[in-house]
C-alpha cells in the first residue's frame, strides 16, 4: 500500500512538474519583447547576447557586481544543488556511468554547503531590513521547504540509513512501470513525500526563474535599437499617412 501511494505521488509530481514548467516556458516564449530594453553596456550582436546570458546563468556576473555576499550564498548554492541532484542519478541509471561514481563524495560535501547557503539566504531575508520588509511567506515557506530536504537527506546520511539498493530498485520501478517495494524508514519517507512537494510547487513559484532568467529581456537582448528600430503600428499608420500625402 505504501509503496503505491508513492508511486502514485511521484507520478503525478512528475506530471505536474514537466507540463507546468512547459506551459510556463510557453508563455515566456510567446510573450512579446519588441522594444529594446537591454541593460547597458550589454552586446550588440545575438552571439554576444548568448555569452551574456550563458555568463548570468553559470556565474551569476550582474549579482557579483551588485552585492558580493548574495552572490557568494546563491552561487554556492546553486553549484551544490546541481552536484546533490547529479549524485542522485545513481538511483535511475543502471548501469552507473564512471564519472557518475567519480562524483559521489562530491556530491555527499555539497549537501552540507547547500544546507549552509540556505541558512545564510534565510538569516539574510531575516536580518537585513530592507530584504525582510520584501520578504513575502512564499520567500520563507521555499526556504525551508529545500532546507528541509537538505536536513532529511542528511540524516538518512548519518543517522537513519536506507536500503539504497531497494530505493533504487523502486525508481527504476517506476520508470518501468514495475512497481518495487520502497523502504519504509520514516526519514526516507519524509525526504521523499519533500522532493515530491517541491516538484509540484515548482512550476508555479519563484524558483521557475532558473528557466525564467533565459527569457529575460534585459539579458538577452542585444543594443541594436538602431539596426532593428521598433515602430509600433499606430506610429507605423502614421508615417505611411505622412509619406502618401501629396507636397504642397
Do not use: C
Request: glycine share 4%; proline share 8%.
Amino acid at each position: 500500500m505504501l509503496t503505491a501511494i508513492f508511486a502514485v505521488l511521484f507520478y503525478t509530481a512528475t506530471v505536474v512538474l514537466v507540463l507546468g514548467l512547459a506551459a510556463r516556458v510557453y508563455l515566456y516564449a510567446r510573450t512579446p519583447a519588441p522594444l529594446r530594453i537591454p541593460t547597458t553596456p550589454a552586446p550588440t550582436s545575438r552571439g554576444g547576447a548568448a555569452l551574456r546570458v550563458t555568463g548570468e546563468v553559470v556565474a551569476f556576473r550582474s549579482l557579483f557586481r551588485g552585492e558580493k555576499l548574495l552572490w557568494l550564498l546563491s552561487w554556492a548554492f546553486h553549484v551544490a544543488l546541481l552536484l546533490v541532484i547529479l549524485r542522485h542519478l545513481r538511483y535511475f541509471l543502471d548501469p552507473v556511468p564512471q564519472w557518475l561514481v567519480w562524483i559521489q563524495p562530491l556530491g555527499l560535501y555539497a549537501a552540507y554547503v547547500l544546507a549552509a547557503a540556505l541558512i545564510g539566504l534565510w538569516l539574510r531575508r531575516l536580518w537585513i531590513e530592507r530584504v525582510r520588509h520584501i520578504s513575502t511567506p512564499s520567500d520563507h515557506a521555499a526556504l525551508a521547504l529545500l532546507l528541509a530536504i537538505g536536513f532529511t537527506g542528511l540524516g538518512l546520511q548519518h543517522f537513519q540509513p536506507t536500503d539504497i539498493v531497494a530505493v533504487k530498485a523502486f525508481f527504476i520501478g517506476l520508470m518501468q512501470f514495475d512497481w518495487q517495494p520502497l523502504p519504509t524508514e520514516p526519514l526516507l519517507l519524509l525526504h521523499l513525500a519533500l522532493v515530491a512537494l517541491l516538484m509540484m510547487v515548482f512550476p508555479f513559484s519563484k524558483l521557475l526563474h532558473a528557466a525564467g532568467v533565459f527569457f529575460s529581456p534585459t539579458r538577452n537582448q542585444p543594443d541594436n535599437p538602431r539596426e532593428r528600430r521598433h515602430t509600433a503600428p499606430w506610429a507605423r499608420a502614421l508615417e505611411q499617412e505622412a509619406t502618401h500625402q501629396p507636397h504642397e
